[in-house]
């Protein structure tokens, strides 16, 4: 049998994708890689995931398996060589229990993350993780991504918010480690092994999510200032006044919030231009009032500090909606500015005002002219620094000559300030070679041994990671 007749017996023939426009699947969502499949295979349970990596193990074919196509480090589609299948998970997509009095419930992978949100919310609980691509990106891709989000300040990344996973490993077996539980310390961590290993160990099929009680209100709050500085002193503020209220913070440079206004014209931005402008979301068991006067008491102080020049309370759920929309349509604005350099970086939050005025001021110097699109999840230290081509410089010439120059600036300046070059997105194609360079050999060397183990063919998202 050939490897499409046992893929079609593994999942049914309307489900495995050999013609016809797979450009859905073969395109990033950065549309920077492009691949070509041998077939996309659309499995519809756990035991047919299996059977497909039981066929491409027969076949020594490698499988790149992929959840929504939103990753932005070229992880998710296959290699232009023709030869690897695609595994979409996007036809998994049941809730499979809500378990309320254990605050857990337990999802195939393929469920959209917006989806898990809303049956969550239908039991009046809460499923914390959040980000822009939420309406498309799945559960199974969040946990290989680890993905971050604007709530990890308070409820922690996708591997904070998993209690159990299953998988199905290279040889086509089924690691049941669905559980519930909040402690369990027998022996080494499998699930956390698959978390953010962006498809190169094994697929997750299934997972046990962790719940939190809704908040009684939930509200935004845009405040600008002249400095990072006084950003960082505002967290500060805020977290000694809210405590584990403060559920968001996140900054955005001038540039950022002015590509906005250039592409979105339509949408309102509350403040006048500012250097920075921070949004803050607080989460409150009391109610919208009580929320509304902590922040009013909170940004009256900073105003009488000097720390901020001028800020804005949303009164209402859609001012709050607006004033996220405004954050989250940053990405989309820069991506129709054109291409650019991105780079999804940690730091220590207290070295992170000296980082961007360092690193701006290097860069202005050795690339005249660019434009730096600076914004992110600064309560988490998480900073995308984006760079753009000069004002009147093809995109696509500035990166083919200035890409890996520009990188390698960035780079060296976060590993002097003991940051991370992948703070959420991770690793994928894209930061490939820069992290062989930058882990240490030890590290590196346990990583392989790993991959070794759990894959020892090579056949899971070869190319990826390491
Ligand atoms: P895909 O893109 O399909 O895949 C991502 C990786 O996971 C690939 O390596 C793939 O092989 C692997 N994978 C997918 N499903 C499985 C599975 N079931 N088993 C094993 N491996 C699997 N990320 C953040 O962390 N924080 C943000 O704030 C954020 N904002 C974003 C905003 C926008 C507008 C966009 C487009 C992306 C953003 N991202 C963000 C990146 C992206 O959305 C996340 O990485 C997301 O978790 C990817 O989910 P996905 O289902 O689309 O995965
Ligand atoms: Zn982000």
């Not at 917006?114 to 946990?143: D, H, K, M, W, Y």
């Not at 906005?260 to 403040?271: C, D, E, G, I, N």
């Not at 000069?390 to 890409?403: I, K, M, N, S, Y």
């Amino acid at each position: 049998m050939t490897l499409i007749d046992d893929l079609r017996a593994a999942v049914g023939a309307a489900h495995v994708l050999v013609d016809g426009d797979l450009s859905g699947y073969e395109v990033d969502w950065r549309k920077r890689y492009r691949g070509r499949a041998r077939a996309v295979v659309r499995p519809g349970s756990t035991a047919e995931v299996a059977a497909v990596l039981r066929a491409c193990a027969a076949h020594g074919t490698a499988i790149v398996p992929q959840g929504g196509n939103t990753g932005l480090v070229g992880a998710s589609i296959p290699d232009d060589s023709g030869t690897q299948v695609l595994l979409s998970l996007t036809r998994m997509n049941r809730v499979r229990e809500i378990d309320a009095a254990n605050l857990a419930m337990t999802v195939d992978a393929g469920c959209v993350l917006q989806s898990v949100q809303e049956a969550a919310a239908a039991r009046g609980l809460l499923f914390p993780l959040s980000l822009a691509a939420e309406g498309s990106c799945t559960i199974g891709g969040n946990l290989a991504t680890n993905a971050g989000g604007t709530q990890v300040l308070r409820y922690g990344n996708t591997r904070e918010l998993c209690l159990g996973l299953e998988v199905v490993t290279a040889s086509g077996e089924i690691w049941n480690g669905l559980t519930g539980l909040r402690k369990d310390n027998t022996g080494y961590d499998l699930r956390d092994l698959f978390i953010g290993s962006e498809g190169t160990l094994g697929i997750i099929t299934g997972a046990t999510l962790k719940l939190h009680p809704q908040p009684a209100a939930v509200t935004t709050a845009l405040a600008s200032l002249a400095t990072l500085e006084a950003a960082v002193q505002l967290l500060q503020l805020a977290q000694s006044r809210l405590g584990a209220g403060l559920t968001g913070f996140e900054v955005m440079g001038r540039y950022a919030l002015s590509l906005v206004r250039t592409h979105m014209p339509q949408l309102a931005q509350p403040l006048p231009p500012a250097d920075w402008t921070v949004l803050l979301e607080q989460s409150d068991n009391e109610g919208e009032a009580h929320a509304q006067a902590l922040f009013e008491a909170l940004l009256e102080t900073a105003l009488d500090r000097g720390l901020i020049a001028d800020a804005a309370v949303a009164s209402s759920l859609e001012q709050s909606n607006a004033m996220w929309h405004l954050r989250e349509s940053i990405p989309m604005a820069q991506a129709q500015e054109g291409a650019n350099i991105k780079h999804d970086i940690a730091l220590p939050v207290s070295a992170i005002a000296e980082f961007v005025a360092t690193t701006d001021a290097a860069l202005s110097a050795g690339f005249p002219g660019v434009r730096l699109v600076n914004f992110g999840h600064l309560g988490d230290g998480n900073l995308h620094y984006n760079v753009q081509a000069p004002e009147g410089v093809d995109a696509t010439v500035f990166l083919r000559d200035h890409e890996h120059a520009v990188n390698t600036l960035v780079y060296d300046a976060v590993g002097r300030f003991a940051g991370s070059i992948s703070a959420e997105h991770g690793v994928g194609a894209l930061k490939r070679d820069e992290l062989a360079q930058r882990k240490s050999p030890v590290a590196l060397g346990m990583m392989r041994a790993i991959k070794q183990a759990l894959d020892p063919n090579g056949m899971l998202n070869p190319g990826r990671v390491l």
